[in-house]
């Protein structure tokens, strides 16, 4: 419904911890049209430059606290809002070189009146990763 604002172009960026780069992040919004409580969030499939990232390699932040993604089923009092930001965190050791790269992301809702495969966004932009 609302693919093309799902990944926000600003806030691609490498991820360093203890001076070395751990992975790399963006800022996402939800496509469904209105807010989910995080165990409605079923997850997100991320592709970069051809390159998948398994669910185990990613965190989901969103209202300043950070979530597995298992962890994403247990948060039942967390809601994410329509329209606010959350970011996607992909672990990847040496992260992303700096440049142009193809991102394709899936999100997928899955609210209770909605048949077995939920409510699915999806977006494949070309955007540039900074040093």
């Known amino acids: ?14 991820v ?3 001076g070395q780069i751990t992975g790399f992040q ?11 409580f995080l165990p409605l969030l079923t997850g997100f499939a991320v592709t970069v430059d051809g390159e998948e990232f398994k669910p185990e390699q990613m965190r989901f932040t969103v209202n300043d606290h950070t979530y597995t993604f298992e962890e994403l089923g247990k948060a039942e009092k967390v809601h994410w809002n329509f329209g606010d930001p959350a970011t996607l965190t992909v672990l990847k050791p040496g992260g992303l070189k700096p440049g142009i790269h193809q991102v394709e992301i899936v999100e997928t809702v899955k609210p209770s ?19």
């Open 113 to 131: 009146y909605m048949p077995a495969t939920g409510f699915t966004g999806h977006t494949k932009r070309k955007i540039t990763l900074v040093a």
């Open 26 to 36: 963006m800022k996402v919004r939800i496509t469904y049209y209105r807010g989910v």
């Open 1 to 14: 419904m609302f693919d093309k604002y799902m990944l926000i172009t600003r806030g691609f960026q490498n």
């Open 16 to 18: 360093t911890q203890n």
